[in-house]
């Protein structure tokens, strides 16, 4: 029986540890986090995923969850890495979990291991920073003493259609041998196409731009959106009809602020690279500049409606619908709920927070308390809590503004309950 070891039991590593054992492999799980262990060891899931949760229960102590290095590292013939790599306070790379994780594998690690990366890096991580610390422990991977290779995560947590089990994947490896055992591995877990990649930098690089991508997308459509505003046209109808356009178009959608451990952090993942490389990401700084704004946009969207009946934000009583990053999960990583929370009680706003998902972060216990204690909300994360919530209760707890930040409520009814509404490039 194949043995492997999930560094890493969060988003990416758990789900991936569910898939392993379901697939008959023997597989432990490695966390310095002793409440995760412990969560995973009662098969009761650490983050609010209906998939694991469903999945953990299912597999009936499958997987076996350890703080200890050396209970499972030197056990196990696949050692998978999937801890997060964030940006600091400056937005640059922080790379301190993978090189602890690569450094504590390093001790236990026997030879011949594949050693897969996982977590999202820019290219050129593993040679400079993974290697050097195998090498240190007398490990050289262009020998094939320790198999490395890298495989980018691509969890979208709370999607319906992909999961861990039918996302298609890419891999590349130090050597050649490195990406055939890797891709070997993947296929023998996923119901998709593995796809081997020339060399390591370009699997590195394959995250980092399928992110940007995405956040320079939705930079783009978040400054249309200020623009239509302007101009009085309704941003979320022209995506649909520009939709209808068969080829080289793909909606993406304003908001509130672009959150989440990938797509608000992997673009300076390579502006940083660049900045190595004597190169300047104009572009993505830019797409980085615009959607960092769109919290405080959101903010002033609210401050424009207040001076319609002649109110003023500082004092204003402020129900904020929302903390996750996005819709139906409990992760709140980099979400703009934060930001808009900050700029709210900076300008002397009180403020009262609930999101269903999240346990600990609000203020107020429900929504209806929430409605009950504020005269203005700001929907900030499209829960289906939030988007299914009788809009009569608005009127019931007389709200006068409502600052849609995902479009997704009924505008017209809104309106017609004599509420001032504003969407993002939607009014």
């Known amino acids: 029986m194949v043995s492997v070891t999930i560094v890493g039991l969060g988003y990416v590593g758990l789900p991936l540890a569910c898939l392993c054992a379901e697939k008959g492999l023997k597989v432990y799980g490695f966390d310095v986090d002793k409440n995760k262990v412990d969560s995973v060891n009662r098969q009761t ?37 999937c801890v997060p790599t ?32 996982e977590s999202t890096i820019y290219p050129g991580t593993i040679e400079e920073i993974v290697l050097p610390i195998l090498k240190k422990q007398k490990f050289d991977a262009y020998r094939n003493d320790v198999l490395v290779a890298h495989c980018p995560e691509r969890i979208d947590p709370g999607n319906k259609q992909f999961k861990v089990n039918n996302l298609p994947r890419v891999v590349g490896g130090i050597t050649k041998e490195a990406a055939e055992k890797a891709a070997e591995f993947y296929r023998s877990i996923i119901d998709a196409s593995v796809t081997e990649v020339s060399n390591l930098k370009t699997a590195e690089a394959t995250k980092i731009i399928e992110n940007t991508f995405r956040d320079v997308n939705i930079a783009f459509v978040n400054e249309m959106a200020q623009s239509f505003d302007k101009a009085g046209i309704d ?44 190169f300047n990401h104009e572009f993505l700084k830019l797409a980085r500049k615009i959607n960092n ?94 988007k299914e919530m009788g809009l009569e209760k608005l009127k019931k707890h007389k709200i006068l ?11 017209e009814r809104i309106k017609s309950m004599g509420i001032l509404y504003h969407g993002i490039g939607r009014s």
Do not use: W
Request: hydrophobic fraction near 40%.
């Open 293 to 386: 704004y769109m919290p405080h946009y959101t903010v002033e969207l609210l401050e424009n409606e207040l001076k319609k009946i002649k109110k003023a934000l500082k004092g204003a009583k402020v129900g904020v619908l929302g903390l996750a990053y996005k819709a139906n999960v409990d992760d709140t990583r980099e979400s703009p709920a934060f930001e808009v929370i900050n700029v709210l009680k900076t300008k002397g706003a009180e403020v009262f927070v609930f999101d269903p998902h999240v346990k600990n972060g609000g203020n107020v216990k429900d929504l209806d308390e929430l409605l009950n204690k504020s005269d203005y909300i700001i929907l900030v994360t499209d829960h289906r809590e939030f």
């Open 45 to 81: 899931s650490p983050i609010d995923d209906e998939y694991i949760v469903g999945k953990l229960k299912s597999l009936r102590n499958r997987i076996h969850a350890t703080a200890d290095p050396n209970e499972c590292i030197p056990n196990s013939d696949v050692v998978i890495v």
């Open 235 to 278: 941003i979320m109808e022209v995506i649909q009809v520009a939709s209808t356009k068969p080829f080289a178009f793909m909606p993406h959608y304003p908001g509130a602020g672009v959150g989440g451990h990938c797509i608000a952090q992997d673009p300076y993942y390579m502006i940083e690279r660049g900045k190595q490389l004597g």
């Open 401 to 411: 503004v409502v600052i849609d930040g995902r479009n997704c409520l009924d505008k």
């Open 86 to 117: 964030p940006v600091d306070r400056n937005n640059s790379p922080d790379l301190t979990a993978v090189m602890n994780s690569a450094s504590t594998i390093s001790k236990f690690i026997k030879p011949g291991t594949l050693l897969i990366i």
